[in-house]
């Protein structure tokens, strides 16, 4: 029986896969398992190659795991353009489909024997119960069922709701071809065991991806404007809030460009509405000048980040962790802005809530970096009752503050209560311009220095907020664990791989990544000899980010991939085992290891 | 920065629109002119202060905000249409306007006039052309004329000028119109039916840079060059005698209205305030949303 399974399924565009993954994931969560799904494609707008990577897991995971427990190629050619994405090891099972007519012992993987290779007449299947070959990933699904030996139901029922407004004799054709599928599975057992044990607890879950949960998270937060431009992997936000927002009163608007898009979202928020952009690293860039204005005019806004392969156009389609200095240090000037970070699709919903209490609270803009790992992926999900959810709201002036009102009046916390037009009484400047209380420009040195200080000052209280960080592990540790992002559920897992290796590690996962609390990191450190910063991002932004508030001990080494690269849980503890041989032999850090 | 309690609507004067910041423009400045026009048009229209939102970009005329009492963003160079458009959308009922200069609007500004123009969001953009960029002291500008000797074309321009005029018709603006400080009563005509019209309207002032324009751009050379349209037997229901009109800017100095749409396109807020009334808007708890994650079985 296993407890965690990976599959991953490849073959041409029109071949269904992705919608069997969709169908597996879900079906699977409906039983009450857990599961991460991930998609990859061609560059092609229409047909190429297309795959899917589904883990399943009886515990929650929180990565897309390592090599494949089952690939299925429906033919090798795009199989193998996924390269490194479906790896193929000595444990795997390996199905194909017959029709490409290769002898299973020559199927085109090199150097890797895995422990079993099937040929399946897929294909055939498809055309003899569905009538063509696009009932192909029908047939699949049947196969899954079989040999993993869960979700035959509501699989059956995913297929009927998929189908339902078809007429009957396609549902019916559909049904055979999923019994076929099954069928075969029973007849043809594999040698290796695929079953799935029972999942830990039953009950439904709810299936998520990190962008569509954003947008829904935002609404729920009170949300009432987005603005934004169309870029990869972000896209998806804008989507869903153009279809859902206007039911809740919202507006959203398609801007003509990245810098419209945060314009119109200041000019909302300078309105007294919470209102929220999206982009990727390029729409980054663009807004710096704008998110500036934000800053020094103390306006509050969620502007989304969801990471891709930089720099400049980069790699659209996949992950990477290289926007954090940029997030930190855009601003030209002396600003600080949050930066928040969340490790997983499930987690977007707490961080981007986060993100509007501390843009209202603090008036100030915040900066969400997601990835497109976490935003696009879909992962099974705890239900989530938005119902009895807290919100803040950005603190307004009272009758009395109005009586003479003060815009950027110095008061002890740093922030100023806040009018908007149509409030009376409550008419200011807001500007770009250095100003002084009252918003009236100034160029004056001891005046800027002041509203400089009362800035920055501001943000304080965020760096005593531990509720942002994962600490995990025996505190007297020596070795440390650090990573962020989607990374972050990697290393988690490694954590607890190491620990039950006898390993003294602890993990420490910032969720807020800016500004660095000096304090919780130094707390963290003082029993660290040696340790590891993981990210996926070439210079090791984090680890160099530390490096500029804190204290990092000297014995703190790197394991920094660009995007497009793996990291995979066993890598990590790997390191963590050479860190510590390395730590008991009393060895130094190398200059080269950071 | 003074605030004023609501009066009733007759008893705005232009005094009520004043601020007390004094203004940084050089004596004789055009943009004087512009503001008690301003000034005008809004006494005549009776909003309270705390009702309108003023944005600007960066420039001189950029300044104009902060010389009212009403809210203002002075924000970055060539954005406030942006800014302005979010602030209407996430506030229909505001009155807003928006300034700027030649530069600010149709050099690093030129690529958002067109959207908000197709927007047709409900706001009044005030454009303070005189051809020069005179915060910075002296660089040529997207109106220029061909040739000019600036301080950063040493030996001359070799561009040809926009034409805001044709510009703002070609991409569809329904109200367009033109004024100068040197007929301070038509100026503030036009701005108050600007601000009247429903939809996005375009007044283009000529108003004089008394440093760094020029002796044929100055005040008493436009009284002398401007034709008021409603002399000249204008029909300003076409958009086409409009453009004929627009071609001559630079040659000849019209003033009024060239071009004002009769039935008006729906505008951006007013099809979403209908939009959220067909949706329900209002008549579900935000909590909801997150129904569309739940699996069914």
């Given at each position: 029986?296993?407890?965690?399974?990976?599959?991953?399924?490849?073959?041409?565009?029109?071949?269904?896969i992705v919608s069997a993954g969709e169908s597996l994931l879900t079906a699977a969560a409906i039983e009450g398992y857990?599961?991460?799904?991930?998609?990859?494609?061609?560059?092609?707008?229409?047909?190429?190659?297309?795959?899917?990577?589904?883990?399943?897991?009886?515990?929650?995971?929180?990565?897309?795991?390592?090599?494949?427990?089952?690939?299925?190629?429906?033919?090798?050619?795009?199989?193998?353009?996924?390269?490194?994405?479906?790896?193929?090891?000595?444990?795997?099972?390996?199905?194909?489909?017959?029709?490409?007519?290769?002898?299973?012992?020559?199927?085109?993987?090199?150097?890797?024997?895995?422990?079993?290779?099937?040929?399946?007449?897929?294909?055939?299947?498809?055309?003899?119960?569905?009538?063509?070959?696009?009932?192909?990933?029908?047939?699949?699904?049947?196969?899954?069922?079989?040999?993993?030996?869960?979700?035959?139901?509501?699989?059956?029922?995913?297929?009927?709701?998929?189908?339902?407004?078809?007429?009957?004799?396609?549902?019916?054709?559909?049904?055979?071809?999923?019994?076929?599928?099954?069928?075969?599975?029973?007849?043809?057992?594999?040698?290796?065991?695929?079953?799935?044990?029972?999942?830990?607890?039953?009950?439904?879950?709810?299936?998520?991806?990190?962008?569509?949960?954003?947008?829904?998270?935002?609404?729920?937060?009170?949300?009432?404007?987005?603005?934004?431009?169309?870029?990869?992997?972000?896209?998806?936000?804008?989507?869903?809030?153009?279809?859902?927002?206007?039911?809740?009163?919202?507006?959203?608007?398609?801007?003509?460009?990245?810098?419209?898009?945060?314009?119109?979202?200041?000019?909302?928020?300078?309105?007294?509405?919470?209102?929220?952009?999206?982009?990727?690293?390029?729409?980054?860039?663009?807004?710096?000048?704008?998110?500036?204005?934000?800053?020094?005019?103390?306006?509050?806004?969620?502007?989304?980040?969801?990471?891709?392969?930089?720099?400049?156009?980069?790699?659209?389609?996949?992950?990477?962790?290289?926007?954090?200095?940029?997030?930190?240090?855009?601003?030209?000037?002396?600003?600080?802005?949050?930066?928040?970070?969340?490790?997983?699709?499930?987690?977007?919903?707490?961080?981007?809530?986060?993100?509007?209490?501390?843009?209202?609270?603090?008036?100030?803009?915040?900066?969400?970096?997601?990835?497109?790992?976490?935003?696009?992926?879909?992962?099974?999900?705890?239900?989530?009752?938005?119902?009895?959810?807290?919100?803040?709201?950005?603190?307004?002036?009272?009758?009395?503050?109005?009586?003479?009102?003060?815009?950027?009046?110095?008061?002890?916390?740093?922030?100023?209560?806040?009018?908007?037009p149509g409030m009376a009484r409550g008419n200011y400047l807001a500007s770009g311009i250095e100003h002084n209380e009252?918003?009236?420009?100034?160029?004056?040195?001891?005046?800027?220095?002041?509203?400089?200080?009362?800035?920055?000052?501001?943000?304080?209280?965020?760096?005593?907020?531990?509720?942002?960080?994962?600490?995990?592990?025996?505190?007297?540790?020596?070795?440390?664990?650090?990573?962020?992002?989607?990374?972050?559920?990697?290393?988690?897992?490694?954590?607890?791989?190491?620990?039950?290796?006898?390993?003294?590690?602890?993990?420490?996962?910032?969720?807020?990544?800016?500004?660095?609390?000096?304090?919780?990191?130094?707390?963290?450190?003082?029993?660290?000899?040696?340790?590891?910063?993981?990210?996926?991002?070439?210079?090791?932004?984090?680890?160099?980010?530390?490096?500029?508030?804190?204290?990092?001990?000297?014995?703190?080494?790197?394991?920094?991939?660009?995007?497009?690269?793996?990291?995979?849980?066993?890598?990590?503890?790997?390191?963590?085992?050479?860190?510590?041989?390395?730590?008991?032999?009393?060895?130094?850090?190398?200059?080269?290891?950071? | 920065?003074?605030?004023?309690?609501?009066?009733?609507?007759?008893?705005?004067?232009?005094?009520?629109?004043?601020?007390?910041?004094?203004?940084?423009?050089?004596?004789?400045?055009?943009?004087?002119?512009?503001?008690?026009?301003?000034?005008?048009?809004?006494?005549?229209?009776?909003?309270?202060?705390?009702?309108?939102?003023?944005?600007?970009?960066?420039?001189?005329?950029?300044?104009?905000?902060?010389?009212?009492?009403a809210y203002g963003f002075n924000s970055v160079h060539g954005r406030a249409l942006p800014i302005a458009q979010g602030?209407?959308?996430?506030?229909?009922?505001?009155?807003?306007?928006?300034?700027?200069?030649?530069?600010?609007?149709?050099?690093?500004?030129?690529?958002?006039?067109?959207?908000?123009?197709?927007?047709?969001?409900?706001?009044?953009?005030?454009?303070?052309?005189?051809?020069?960029?005179?915060?910075?002291?002296?660089?040529?500008?997207?109106?220029?004329?061909?040739?000019?000797?600036?301080?950063?074309?040493?030996?001359?321009?070799?561009?040809?000028?926009?034409?805001?005029?044709?510009?703002?018709?070609?991409?569809?603006?329904?109200?367009?119109?033109?004024?100068?400080?040197?007929?301070?009563?038509?100026?503030?005509?036009?701005?108050?039916?600007?601000?009247?019209?429903?939809?996005?309207?375009?007044?283009?002032?000529?108003?004089?840079?008394?440093?760094?324009?020029?002796?044929?751009?100055?005040?008493?050379?436009?009284?002398?060059?401007?034709?008021?349209?409603?002399?000249?037997?204008?029909?300003?229901?076409?958009?086409?005698?409009?453009?004929?009109?627009?071609?001559?800017?630079?040659?000849?100095?019209?003033?009024?209205?060239?071009?004002?749409?009769?039935?008006?396109?729906?505008?951006?807020?007013?099809?979403?305030?209908?939009?959220?009334?067909?949706?329900?808007?209002?008549?579900?708890?935000?909590?909801?949303?997150?129904?569309?994650?739940?699996?069914?079985?």
């Open positions: 029986m296993n407890t965690d399974l990976v599959i991953g399924m490849a073959g041409s565009g029109g071949d269904g857990h599961g991460v799904l991930t998609k990859s494609f061609g560059p092609q707008i229409r047909g190429g190659e297309s795959s899917f990577r589904l883990r399943l897991s009886t515990n929650k995971v929180l990565n897309t795991g390592g090599t494949l427990d089952i690939a299925v190629a429906l033919n090798w050619d795009d199989f193998l353009r996924f390269g490194g994405e479906l790896p193929v090891s000595g444990h795997t099972t390996v199905v194909y489909d017959s029709i490409t007519k290769v002898p299973t012992d020559k199927i085109p993987l090199v150097g890797v024997q895995p422990a079993e290779v099937i040929a399946v007449p897929i294909e055939q299947m498809a055309r003899e119960t569905g009538g063509s070959e696009r009932a192909k990933n029908t047939v699949v699904l049947g196969l899954m069922a079989g040999w993993l030996g869960i979700a035959r139901e509501p699989m059956m029922a995913g297929i009927r709701k998929r189908l339902a407004k078809k007429e009957a004799e396609i549902i019916d054709k559909a049904v055979k071809a999923f019994h076929a599928g099954f069928e075969y599975a029973e007849a043809h057992p594999l040698t290796s065991d695929r079953k799935m044990a029972p999942p830990a607890e039953s009950g439904s879950k709810f299936v998520v991806d990190g962008n569509d949960l954003c947008a829904a998270a935002a609404i729920v937060a009170g949300c009432d404007f987005f603005a934004g431009y169309p870029i990869t992997p972000s896209t998806e936000i804008m989507q869903f809030l153009t279809r859902e927002i206007w039911k809740y009163g919202g507006t959203v608007l398609q801007a003509e460009d990245e810098i419209a898009g945060i314009g119109a979202v200041v000019g909302a928020s300078f309105a007294g509405k919470k209102a929220m952009t999206a982009t990727s690293g390029p729409g980054m860039s663009l807004k710096t000048e704008i998110l500036g204005l934000a800053s020094i005019a103390e306006l509050p806004l969620v502007c989304v980040n969801v990471q891709r392969g930089g720099p400049s156009t980069g790699i659209p389609t996949k992950s990477e962790q290289s926007d954090l200095l940029q997030a930190a240090f855009s601003a030209h000037g002396d600003v600080i802005r949050p930066v928040l970070a969340p490790v997983s699709a499930e987690d977007m919903y707490g961080i981007t809530i986060e993100a509007f209490n501390i843009a209202e609270q603090y008036q100030s803009p915040v900066i969400i970096l997601s990835d497109q790992e976490v935003g696009q992926r879909k992962e099974t999900a705890d239900p989530i009752d938005a119902s009895t959810q807290q919100v803040i709201d950005r603190r307004r002036p009272g009758a009395q503050e109005l009586e003479k009102y003060v815009r950027f009046r110095f008061t002890e916390s740093g922030i100023s209560p806040i009018s908007h009252a918003g009236a420009p100034t160029a004056n040195g001891e005046m800027h220095a002041r509203m400089n200080e009362k800035r920055l000052r501001k943000f304080r209280p965020l760096l005593d907020r531990r509720d942002l960080f994962i600490i995990d592990g025996p505190p007297d540790a020596p070795i440390a664990l650090i990573s962020w992002g989607s990374v972050a559920g990697v290393a988690i897992e490694a954590l607890h791989i190491a620990q039950r290796q006898g390993l003294k590690v602890k993990l420490l996962v910032p969720k807020l990544m800016f500004p660095v609390s000096e304090a919780i990191y130094a707390d963290f450190f003082l029993s660290v000899k040696r340790g590891l910063v993981v990210e996926q991002n070439h210079q090791a932004q984090l680890f160099r980010l530390m490096r500029m508030y804190v204290d990092v001990p000297h014995g703190i080494q790197t394991l920094a991939k660009s995007g497009s690269n793996p990291i995979t849980p066993l890598e990590v503890v790997d390191r963590l085992r050479q860190i510590t041989l390395a730590l008991q032999q009393g060895k130094d850090r190398e200059p080269s290891e950071v | 920065m003074s605030t004023l309690a609501t009066k009733p609507i007759q008893d705005y004067t232009a005094r009520d629109y004043r601020s007390d910041l004094k203004p940084i423009w050089c004596p004789g400045c055009g943009d004087f002119g512009v503001v008690q026009a301003i000034y005008r048009a809004l006494a005549n229209i009776g909003r309270p202060p705390h009702e309108i939102a003023f944005v600007s970009g960066i420039g001189c005329s950029s300044r104009i905000p902060g010389y009212t009492t602030i209407k959308l996430a506030n229909p009922n505001l009155l807003v306007l928006v300034a700027g200069g030649d530069g600010d609007g149709f050099s690093i500004g030129g690529g958002h006039v067109a959207h908000a123009i197709r927007r047709n969001i409900d706001l009044t953009y005030i454009v303070m052309d005189n051809q020069i960029y005179g915060l910075t002291k002296g660089q040529l500008s997207p109106t220029s004329r061909r040739g000019l000797i600036s301080v950063t074309s040493a030996h001359g321009s070799m561009e040809a000028p926009v034409n805001p005029l044709l510009y703002v018709l070609g991409y569809g603006a329904e109200f367009v119109a033109q004024g100068t400080p040197a007929d301070m009563s038509g100026l503030a005509k036009v701005i108050e039916e600007g601000i009247r019209f429903p939809g996005f309207a375009f007044i283009n002032v000529q108003s004089p840079c008394v440093t760094y324009g020029l002796e044929d751009q100055q005040l008493k050379a436009q009284k002398a060059l401007m034709q008021p349209l409603e002399s000249l037997n204008h029909d300003s229901s076409s958009s086409l005698a409009a453009m004929e009109l627009a071609q001559q800017y630079g040659e000849k100095l019209y003033t009024g209205v060239l071009y004002r749409q009769g039935t008006p396109s729906p505008t951006f807020e007013g099809s979403a305030r209908a939009r959220h009334q067909a949706l329900g808007a209002g008549t579900r708890p935000r909590a909801q949303v997150m129904d569309l994650f739940k699996l069914k079985k």
